[in-house]
């Protein structure tokens, strides 16, 4: 397979100026700001910690419920909900930042203005060492749709966040578009690191007693085992046309999942649902990849 001669053979994990003790990672909300999780994980264990985006202002989310179970899945609608990035830096970075792996904030905003004011604070704080920028929100565009969706305004934004700091910046993907490599490449030719893929798929189900949509929102992101095959798709394609590393995320729930990723050309691999089910589970997905590794060499 494409990965074959670079999965991980046990040597650190370069990701533009990153240096990870393993290819494993931890995906934009659903670790929190990892302190949640430091009784159930060894978090220096971790090849890196991308926190849960952050946005300027704080921002108080979507209504009620917020995600519910589907097939092989979940439907989430947070809605970006969070306290913003001083008490970020005042509340949540100093945790972080002793850690001691590579802290990864993921930000967002309604346009570029907001994403450089994020990314220049940002480049100003010692604790963080990248910046992964989530352009799955509405866009700049006049309502037509995610920046994620838009190559021009992907560009855009990448172009003069990359002005704005000199820190690993990695862009993550939508995968709600006809032509994720067209995305990618824009994302790349304006200075991106790395890519990051995929984010959740736009979904939504309906409770057949009330007649009403699950999700307060009523449309949301469907992550889980039911959007790996696509997800799979789309990092093989992206890796096969851009030389930039690509992180792949979508339904790896153990470390046979993480290995297909990597055998389809992901550098690293972004865990996410998969740590509500088990909080444990990155720990066992990086012991696993290694004997995986060590039995095919
Ligand atoms: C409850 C929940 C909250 C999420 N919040 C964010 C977020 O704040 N920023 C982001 O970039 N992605 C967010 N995601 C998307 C994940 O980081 C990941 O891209 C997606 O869920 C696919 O991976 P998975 O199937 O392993 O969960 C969220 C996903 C879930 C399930």
Redesign the pocket.
């Known amino acids: 397979m494409r990965g074959s001669s670079k999965i991980w053979n046990g040597v650190k994990v370069r990701i533009g100026k990153l240096t990870l003790k393993n290819p494993v990672m931890v995906?934009?909300?659903?670790f929190g700001y990892a302190k949640e999780f430091e009784e159930l994980v060894d978090l220096r264990k971790l090849g890196a910690i991308?926190t849960?985006?952050i946005t300027i202002k704080a921002r108080q989310g979507n209504l009620m419920p917020r995600?519910c179970e589907t097939a092989s899945?979940?439907l989430?609608a947070?809605g970006?909900q969070n306290e913003g990035v001083q008490s970020f830096i005042e509340d949540k970075l100093p945790y972080l930042s002793k850690i001691g792996v590579p802290i990864i904030v993921?930000i967002?905003g309604y346009n570029i203005k907001e994403f450089c004011k994020l990314a220049k604070v940002l480049d100003r704080q010692k604790g963080v060492d990248g910046i992964?920028l989530?352009i799955?929100c509405p866009n700049i565009n006049k309502g037509k749709g995610l920046i994620a969706q838009c190559p021009d305004a992907t560009h855009d934004v990448v172009r003069n966040v990359r002005k704005a700091t000199s820190k690993t910046l990695i862009t993550?993907l939508s995968p709600n578009v006809t032509d994720i490599v067209e995305i990618a490449k824009a994302a790349c030719k304006a200075g991106s690191d790395a890519i990051s893929l995929?984010?959740?798929l736009s979904g939504m189900a309906i409770d057949i007693e009330t007649g009403k949509p699950s999700l307060g929102n009523i449309t949301g992101?469907l992550?889980?085992?039911c959007?790996?095959p696509v997800?799979l798709r789309m990092v093989w394609e992206v890796a096969g046309n851009i030389k930039k590393p690509v992180i792949g995320?979508?339904?790896?729930m153990s470390a046979e999942d993480a290995i297909e990723f990597l055998l389809a050309g992901a550098k690293a691999v972004?865990?996410?649902?998969?740590n509500?089910v088990e909080p444990g589970v990155c720990e066992k997905i990086i012991k696993g990849i290694k004997v995986w590794t060590k039995k095919k060499s």
């Open positions: 995906a934009s909300g659903t991308v849960k985006t995600v899945g979940m989430n947070i970006l993921s967002s992964e989530n799955s993550k995929i984010n959740t992101g992550s889980g085992p959007i790996k997800a995320m979508g339904g790896i972004e865990i996410g649902t998969a509500f």
